[in-house]
DNA sequence: ACTTAGAAACATACCAGATGGTATCTTTCA
DNA sequence: TGAAAGATACCATCTGGTATGTTTCTAAGT
């Protein structure tokens, strides 16, 4: 009959499981150890119980890629709502998020570079990017709060790499800063 | 007997041709697609061809990545020739260095990210930009020179997403600035 | 409350193709 | 003539995917 499974049912964090595993195996072995077996197997599922959730490899990365978005979205407005000004407030809300991702060790940021790696999910992440400081125009186009952005990016790159960033104190004070508009503005 | 190979034999500029197609082939369907056979094939050669230069698929990565850093390292250490003011000199290098190579459409941005993708190449990386900093210490050190390099940083993530940066020139002329010590150090 | 169909959630078995690598042969160069 | 350059043939392994089985949940019907 042999050892067929017992184990009780739980979609929902099986699936959570997959994606889970999906995104470390990336971090740790690069997004080429992502195979369909690997991580069906670290998630204590076969290969058919994977493609039961997500009905292809491809499906799966995407969906991997889908979350972490929206896992950044959700911090990110959340952070958002906790700020009372107007001005600048998502170019703050992005800068302290940024350098969060980058705080734990840099799973997350790790991830994300995976994602930039791959033509279509850089798409996606161009389109979202886009919406983002298209959305927020009217409080946070101005040259200084992009600067701001672009520099957070830029840290958030030597994070990933472990690089150390001179002076990073002063450095992120001068970006708060400039991004409360203490600074005179360009 | 076979249709054997009556090419006349350039090592050289098959060698040549083999980094450069991997390269090609990374950037246009990513690192994924680079298999021995793809890249053989399309320089001319089979992946017994292939093998003789490279022991193995990796060794070529490998090599790849590190063409791609002495490259850039050349184009660094020319634009900084050509500069003959010392304070902030590696920072105007690199930030039109690096704006250069977002320029051309993005291939060698392309493939840097994807260096970044995986963790060995990511520590090369690392290292050689920490060299690049230390060794400059003495005229690049300012928090205005390091905000510089990690927006140019920024802008070389955006580029590779074909994001537009908003108010981008005048953007650029401030970061000029600021690397030219025009602006008021901090 | 008890049954029961059917869908959902997995497991098992299998496959066609691709992949990296080796072994060996042939041609060209120095 | 020996070594380098490249071709050919071959293989063990792994890959994503399919087909199909088995178990568990769910909800209607009574």
Request: hydrophobic share 45%.
């Amino acid at each position: 009959m042999g050892t067929a499974h017992h184990r009780r049912k739980r979609p929902a964090e099986i699936r959570r499981a997959l994606l889970d595993n999906a995104m470390q195996i990336a971090v740790d072995q690069g997004l080429g150890a992502v195979t369909v077996q690997a991580v069906a197997a670290a998630s204590g599922v076969t290969k058919g119980g994977l493609l039961h959730h997500f009905p292809s490899k491809q499906a799966l990365i995407d969906a991997v890629f889908l979350d972490l978005l929206d896992r950044f979205s959700e911090d990110l407005e959340e952070r958002m709502r906790d700020d009372p000004v107007a001005p600048g407030r998502m170019t703050r809300a992005y800068l302290s998020s940024v350098l969060d991702l980058g705080a734990d060790g840099g799973p997350t940021a790790a991830l994300s570079i995976l994602m930039l790696a791959d033509a279509p999910l850089r798409q996606r992440w161009a389109d979202w990017t886009e919406a983002l400081v298209s959305r927020h125009r009217a409080t946070d186009d101005s040259v200084d709060l992009t600067l701001v952005r672009l520099a957070a990016d830029g840290i958030w790159l030597s994070d990933l790499g472990a690089v150390p960033v001179p002076q990073r104190e002063k450095l992120l004070a001068r970006l708060q800063s400039m991004a409360s508009g203490t600074h005179e503005g360009g």
